[in-house]
């Protein structure tokens, strides 16, 4: 990022967690330093947490986690609950100025939606609620264990783990076993799908309103996946090495 910036850099734009990257988890202090060199440099720290935010990681922002405040952040997808079109750039309130002399100077595809922001308005009161972020967290632990157990027994297949509330991913052991698991995930009643800018991972994001007896089940879904994907998995292999011979 030092070597990136430099004096016609206007803003740096992140995802706080990129899902399509693979759930790439911050290490701890990065996001620290890159605020830090932003600030000395007079360049904007932009966040996108289309996906990231509104409790996904059991705090309403993700970037609260790493004790960091953005000067904007992007919202969309979520941000009405899905059943109205509504995205968002929240701003500072020092950039939010630029509207006091012209409140039109910026357009939006989904601006002047009345009926949106009373929608978002609530699933803003909703997602921020204690107890619903109490229970995204208590869900995201019931996964934790249970992925825990599932990673033993498919140790071979499944390799890792990366979690931070509901927005999980797993890893698997190549760029093969992505594709073949999303397959695998829906024939057995799952939509996961692999973080196309790493085959290896597997998004797996469960609705935040998710209960322990649908954790359960879901888990068992996800047993029955990764044995299926592990089958074709080495049947591909087989077929492919067959192939190769003279």
């Known amino acids: 990022m030092q070597q990136a910036i430099d004096d016609d850099t ?6 706080t967690i990129p899902a399509t990257l693979g759930m790439v988890i911050p290490p701890p202090g990065y996001l620290q330093a890159v605020r830090r060199l932003c600030d000395a440099r007079g360049v904007l720290l932009i966040l996108d947490e289309v996906q990231c935010g509104l409790g ?4 309403l922002w993700a970037f609260e986690h790493f004790e960091v405040i953005p000067d904007m952040v992007i919202l969309g997808k979520g941000l009405s609950g899905g059943i109205y079109p509504i995205a968002a750039t929240v701003l500072s309130q020092r950039l939010e100025s630029v509207f006091h002399a012209d409140p039109f100077i910026h357009v939006s595809t989904f601006g002047g939606a009345e009926l949106g922001c009373l929608v978002m308005k609530r699933v803003l009161e909703i997602s921020s609620e204690p107890g619903f972020l109490a229970h995204v967290n208590e869900m995201a632990k019931l996964f934790k264990e249970g992925v825990a157990v599932l990673a033993q027994k498919h140790i071979d297949f499944l390799t890792g783990f990366r979690q931070m509330g509901l927005m999980m991913g797993l890893e698997l052991k190549d760029e093969l076993a992505g594709p073949v698991f999303t397959k695998a995930a829906y024939d057995n009643g799952l939509l996961m799908l692999y973080a196309n800018n790493d085959k290896r991972i597997v ?7 998710i209960e322990a007896h649908e954790v359960e089940e879901t888990l068992v879904k996800l047993d029955g996946a990764l044995s299926d994907a592990k089958s074709l998995y080495d049947q591909m292999v087989k077929n492919a090495l067959a192939t190769d011979r003279p």
């Open 56 to 59: 996904r990681t059991g705090k």
């Open 10 to 15: 206007a803003a740096v734009i992140l995802e």
């Open 203 to 209: 998004q797996f994001l469960p609705p935040l309103i």
